[in-house]
Nanobody
């Protein structure tokens, strides 16, 4: 079984920064890409950012607007999300995901095979 564990979520004031981390453990798998999603209360889960290990390509949601940066270390099966200039609308549970199957087209809507339990980010005004 593959586990993804997120960390780094906490309460922060608007304008502040947070760095989320996610590490995989358990059964070994061929990690093709990792991504971050978020879900705010009463809203559907939405894509935030993703990184493809082969070549290092990244994808971001439009609302990121240069504020967030995804990075990672494939050797450690770890992905990070650096979030700057946080706003109250960034309040959500942030989920990490990993793709273990081959990627045909690297898009924000591609399916992920494994998911973490989420970490809460709360931004106060």
């Amino acid at each position: 079984q593959v586990q993804l564990v997120e960390s780094g979520g906490r309460s922060v004031q608007a304008g502040g920064s947070l760095r989320l981390s996610c590490t995989t453990s358990g059964r070994a798998f061929s990690n093709k890409a990792m991504g971050w999603f978020r879900q705010a209360p009463g809203k559907e889960r939405e894509f935030v950012a993703a990184i493809r290990w082969l070549g290092g390509a990244t994808r971001y949601a439009d609302f990121v607007k240069g504020r967030f940066t995804i990075s990672g270390d494939i050797a450690k099966n770890t992905v990070f999300l650096q979030m700057n200039s946080l706003a109250p609308e960034d309040t959500a549970v942030y989920y990490c995901a990993a793709r273990g199957t081959p990627i045909v087209v690297f898009t924000p809507t591609m399916r992920y095979d494994y998911w973490g339990q989420g970490t809460q980010v709360t931004v106060s005004s």
